[in-house]
């Protein structure tokens, strides 16, 4: 879902920079507050884990493919402010590294892919625990439906972006876009579950991390 | 030494750029949306390359140039994402 250069006009380019500016900022200065020894190595490990990840695009339908995007997975062991700083981390990096996403969208990438799809994760995520107790199951089940939702308002909003930009209309670009995308978000969830799993298998204590 | 959590952890995400080449070369949700409704000719392209499209310049056998491009991109990352930690932690006295 990475936004090429080209695609959005410059007061919505504009205006997502600044959101996306102000929200990793603000990320640096709750991080800076709450964030300890132990989550370091899972930073480190989330930041590699995601940007490899991302490069696995699955095929969802005859001719198209998905691929992760990870929020809610680094919003669900770290935190909503710490996934953010991990996306913001592989998306500026897929930027100018990897020409993956343009430079004058990355604004917009950050906005749709870092804040939006951590803090949407994450507070489906805390529901969906809370709603059904603590458990492995409804760990299982938040991480999935987080993270599917992640991708689903991320595709949203990309759609709106668009049509601001006078792309598309958004009676045409916010179904094609949403319906996609539901079903990318599918192997999202799906990804998110799996590792969720694996954690809780291997090194349960990570999911009892303060969040950051 | 004896091998912790996250080095386990990093070599996982290492293995999934080793095996990117398997990856789907079909367009995503955003490209295919952007074929579809016809304004995928909007895209401009890059002012500069580095490493375009996972591929690392000057590698002729593609699978191994992908697998170049994630691994470097996955150490950078993790580079990165612990500095950051690093940098950001609180300073226990």
Redesign the interface.
């Given at each position: 879902m990475h936004i090429p250069d080209g695609f959005l006009n410059t007061a919505t380019a504009g205006v997502t920079y600044v959101v996306s500016a102000g929200g990793v900022g603000y990320s640096v200065k709750e991080a800076n507050k709450k964030l300890g020894e132990k989550h370091v190595p899972l930073m480190g490990v989330m930041g590699a884990f995601i940007f490899a990840a991302q490069m696995l695009n699955f095929p969802v339908m005859g001719g198209t493919s998905g691929h992760l995007i990870g929020g809610a997975l680094a919003a669900i062991l770290l935190g909503p402010w710490a996934g953010v700083l991990i996306m913001a981390c592989v998306l500026i990096v897929q930027c100018f590294v990897f020409q993956d996403g343009g430079i004058t969208a990355l604004g917009a990438n950050i906005f749709n892919m870092g804040l939006l799809a951590c803090f949407v994760s994450y507070y489906i995520y805390r529901a969906v625990v809370s709603l059904m107790g603590e458990s492995r199951t409804s760990t299982l089940v938040g991480g999935f439906v987080g993270a599917w939702t992640s991708v689903f308002v991320a595709a949203i909003a990309c759609a709106i972006e668009l049509a601001l930009s006078g792309k598309s209309p958004l009676g045409v670009a916010l179904p094609a876009m949403a319906g996609v995308h539901a079903l990318i978000g599918i192997g999202e969830g799906l990804i998110t579950a799996v590792v969720l799993s694996f954690v809780m298998a291997t090194r349960a204590d990570l999911l009892k991390l303060q969040k950051v | 030494m004896k091998l912790?959590?996250?080095h386990?952890?990093?070599l996982?995400?290492?293995g999934?750029?080793i095996?990117?080449p398997?990856?789907?070369?079909?367009?995503?949700?955003?490209e295919?949306?952007?074929e579809?409704?016809?304004?995928i000719d909007?895209?401009?392209?890059?002012?500069f390359?580095?490493?375009?499209?996972?591929v690392f310049p000057g590698v002729g056998n593609e699978a191994l140039a992908?697998i170049l491009?994630?691994v470097v991109?996955?150490?950078?990352?993790?580079?990165?994402?612990?500095g950051?930690?690093?940098l950001?932690?609180?300073r226990?006295a």
């Open positions: - | 912790k959590w996250w386990i952890g990093l996982i995400a290492f999934l750029a095996i990117s398997l990856a789907s070369s079909w367009p995503d949700g955003l295919r949306v952007a579809d409704k016809g304004f909007a895209a401009h392209n890059p002012t390359e580095i490493i375009p499209d996972y992908t491009a994630g991109g996955t150490l950078i990352l993790f580079i990165l994402t612990y950051l930690g690093v950001l932690k609180r226990e």
